[in-house]
């Protein structure tokens, strides 16, 4: 009788042990990185008119205009002919962006237009791209100004920000963590229903590409 | 060994319970075996729709709106060139742009909203399939935005001397959106199994004759 009282103890401090390992390996998964945080791109955010710097490209969103339709310039080359008019069932939104790089030459991938509900616009492809902030190559020195276009309805315009990536990797390569810049567009409820009520009849994508 | 009081009473009392229990289980799954109730219950007959029809695809909502042929001058004043074309309402319930795609042909598959059009009859084959575009007032467009509706046209060049036919007939697949493991996977079509998509409707339309379009 002694002696069982120690082992006793012994054998309940080794499962209180046990036990108190599992729940703490337990709880340590929710410190593990989730899907998108080890696959997703690194983000850089900011707000209207200031100038957002991700890692290799620096992007400021100048203004914001709506419009029913969108007319190039002149797009001599293309398909879709000169002067040729887009419209759409909801409205169009045009950012103008500035954009710069920090190293190398490159160009930005057709941006995305994230709403609050959490859908992803991409820019629309029915005005020509070399017009929008896809067309030019973005150099170190100078900020390239050109707009980018998306086709939303226009209750998805309240809180919406505006993602702006480089294209991915020139030699075709896939790249981790790729940077991005998400910029808020500053649109309450107020402003957004005033951008749609003064919207304008056609938007002209300026000059040449 | 002892046997205890009793014990010539007690070895008469076979234990038959468990043995019968599983002759009797035996015998109704063998029943019910042979009865067919076994086999896989056979999936829902395709709805049978017609024009202006609305199904739930998934990831779309798609109205047939009709079927049409028409005739475009041919360019460089060559010979008049005939389509038909299948005229769609999508609109986009999923949270991302996607594309109108285009349908499977000589079988390799399609991809994105027309991938869904699983089979017309009769066929149409050209080199490159037909033409799939977001119809609007000026500039066609070949995106789905997401809570929009569509106008989404699929043109079929007629082979020269072909008439259009009467009526067509399309097989429609719907989309689901699968959970992925490691990553994102996205819609895709609705397949039993590995099998091939399954057929959730057919849609007849009958095609009208348009002079120009």
Same mark, same amino acid.
């Given at each position: 009788?002694?002696?069982?009282?120690?082992?006793?103890?012994?054998?309940?401090?080794?499962?209180?042990?046990?036990?108190?390992?599992?729940?703490?390996?337990?709880?340590?998964?929710?410190?593990?990185?989730?899907?998108?945080?080890?696959?997703?791109?690194?983000?850089?955010?900011?707000?209207?008119?200031?100038?957002?710097?991700?890692?290799?490209?620096?992007?400021?969103?100048?203004?914001?205009?709506?419009?029913?339709?969108?007319?190039?310039?002149?797009?001599? %080359?293309?398909?879709?002919?000169?002067?040729?008019? $887009?419209?759409?069932?909801? *409205?169009? #939104?045009?950012? =103008?962006? &500035? !954009?710069?790089?920090?190293?190398?030459?490159?160009?930005?991938?057709?941006?995305?237009?994230?709403?609050?509900?959490?859908?992803?616009?991409?820019?629309?492809?029915?005005?020509?791209?070399?017009?929008?902030?896809?067309?030019?190559?973005?150099?170190?020195?100078?900020?390239?100004?050109?707009?980018?276009?998306?086709?939303?309805?226009?209750?998805?315009?309240?809180?919406?920000?505006?993602?702006?990536?480089?294209?991915? %990797?020139?030699?075709?390569?896939?790249?981790?963590? $790729?940077?991005?810049?998400? *910029?808020? #567009?500053?649109? =309450?409820? &107020? !402003?957004?229903?005033?951008?749609?009520?003064?919207?304008?009849?056609?938007?002209?994508?300026?000059?040449?590409? | 060994?002892?046997?205890?009081?009793?014990?010539?009473?007690?070895?008469?009392?076979?234990?038959?319970?468990?043995?019968?229990?599983?002759?009797?289980?035996?015998?109704?799954?063998?029943?019910?075996?042979?009865?067919?109730?076994?086999?896989?219950?056979?999936?829902?007959?395709?709805?049978?729709?017609?024009?202006?029809?609305?199904?739930?695809?998934?990831?779309?909502?798609?109205?047939?709106?009709?079927?049409?042929?028409?005739?475009?001058?041919?360019?460089?004043?060559?010979?008049?060139?005939?389509?038909?074309?299948?005229?769609?309402?999508?609109?986009?319930?999923?949270?991302?742009?996607?594309?109108?795609?285009?349908?499977?042909?000589?079988?390799?598959?399609?991809?994105?909203?027309?991938?869904?059009?699983?089979?017309?009859?009769?066929?149409?084959?050209?080199?490159?399939?037909?033409?799939?575009?977001?119809?609007?007032?000026?500039?066609?467009?070949?995106?789905?935005?997401?809570?929009?509706?569509?106008?989404?046209?699929?043109?079929?060049?007629?082979?020269?001397?072909?008439?259009?036919?009467?009526?067509?007939?399309?097989?429609?697949?719907?989309?689901?959106?699968?959970?992925?493991?490691?990553?994102?996977?996205?819609?895709?079509?609705?397949?039993?199994?590995?099998?091939?998509?399954?057929?959730?409707?057919?849609?007849?339309?009958?095609?009208?004759?348009?002079?120009?379009?």
């Amino acid at each position: 009788m002694a002696r069982s009282a120690p082992g006793r103890w012994r054998r309940l401090g080794g499962l209180l042990t046990g036990a108190v390992l599992a729940t703490a390996a337990v709880a340590a998964q929710s410190f593990a990185f989730s899907r998108d945080d080890y696959s997703g791109p690194l983000t850089w955010t900011g707000g209207l008119g200031e100038t957002v710097t991700a890692s290799r490209i620096s992007v400021r969103a100048e203004g914001v205009h709506a419009a029913r339709a969108i007319e190039a310039g002149t797009s001599p %080359g293309t398909s879709s002919g000169t002067g040729q008019r $887009a419209t759409t069932k909801g *409205i169009f #939104l045009v950012v =103008d962006l &500035a !954009a710069t790089s920090t190293r190398v030459p490159q160009r930005i991938a057709p941006p995305v237009l994230l709403t609050e509900s959490g859908r992803r616009y991409a820019a629309t492809d029915k005005v020509n791209g070399d017009l929008t902030i896809t067309g030019p190559f973005i150099q170190w020195g100078w900020w390239v100004r050109k707009a980018a276009v998306f086709e939303v309805p226009p209750a998805e315009l309240a809180g919406a920000r505006i993602v702006v990536h480089p294209q991915e %990797g020139n030699g075709g390569l896939i790249e981790p963590s $790729a940077p991005e810049v998400e *910029i808020d #567009l500053g649109l =309450d409820e &107020a !402003a957004a229903a005033r951008l749609v009520s003064t919207a304008k009849d056609v938007h002209t994508l300026a000059g040449k590409p | 060994m002892t046997s205890p009081p009793g014990g010539a009473a007690t070895r008469r009392r076979r234990p038959v319970a468990v043995p019968v229990a599983a002759l009797v289980a035996a015998a109704g799954l063998g029943i019910t075996a042979a009865l067919g109730g076994l086999d896989e219950a056979p999936d829902d007959p395709p709805r049978r729709l017609g024009p202006g029809a609305v199904l739930d695809q998934g990831e779309f909502t798609t109205r047939f709106v009709e079927s049409r042929a028409t005739t475009r001058p041919g360019r460089y004043g060559g010979p008049d060139k005939r389509y038909l074309e299948i005229v769609f309402q999508v609109t986009n319930k999923g949270d991302e742009t996607t594309g109108v795609g285009a349908p499977g042909q000589g079988g390799k598959p399609g991809y994105f909203f027309a991938g869904s059009l699983l089979r017309m009859t009769p066929e149409i084959r050209s080199d490159f399939g037909p033409d799939v575009f977001v119809q609007a007032d000026g500039v066609p467009g070949k995106q789905l935005h997401p809570g929009m509706e569509s106008t989404v046209v699929v043109r079929y060049e007629l082979p020269e001397g072909r008439r259009p036919p009467g009526q067509v007939r399309l097989d429609v697949g719907t989309f689901e959106h699968p959970e992925g493991f490691t990553q994102e996977i996205g819609w895709l079509l609705a397949k039993d199994d590995d099998g091939p998509p399954v057929v959730a409707a057919q849609v007849t339309l009958p095609v009208r004759r348009k002079a120009a379009g």
